[in-house]
């Protein structure tokens, strides 16, 4: 079992940053892969950023790339979302994912076996 929990969601001014906080528990099944994704109002969740746990690979949506900052910091079992320049269309409940399988398919939401409760970031314009 893996538990996700995100934190550092807010309200934050056009152009201003927040960083989005993932912390992960549950040592008895292996996660090789996280991922952020995003849903707003009337929309179809979407996917926002993946980080391989172990060779810190990464993939970023085109929308945010040069924008959003993945990481993560293995002894802290913690994965971060930077986000820097936002905009108003950023405006979502935001979800960190896990995926215990090794696949190359990483851009969809079935690829990912857990997800955390989400956490609200609004950007005013």
């Known amino acids: 079992q893996v538990q996700l929990v995100e934190s550092g969601g807010g309200l934050v001014q056009v152009g201003g940053s927040l960083r989005l906080s993932c912390a992960v528990s549950?040592?008895?099944?292996?996660?090789?892969?996280m991922g952020w994704f995003r849903q707003a109002p009337g929309k179809e969740r979407e996917f926002v950023a993946t980080?391989?746990?172990?060779?810190?690979?990464?993939i970023y949506a085109d929308s945010v790339e040069g924008r959003f900052t993945i990481s993560r910091d293995n002894a802290k079992n913690t994965v971060y979302l930077q986000m820097n320049s936002l905009k108003p269309e950023d405006t979502a409940v935001y979800y960190c994912?896990?995926?215990?399988?090794?696949?190359?398919?990483?851009?969809?939401?079935?690829?990912?076996?857990?997800w955390g409760q989400g956490t609200q970031v609004t950007v005013s314009s």
């Open positions: 980080i391989r746990w172990s060779s810190s690979s990464i």
């Open positions: 549950g040592r008895t099944v292996r996660h090789y892969r």
């Open positions: 994912a896990a995926s215990t399988m090794d696949t190359i398919v990483i851009r969809t939401t079935n690829a990912y076996d857990y």
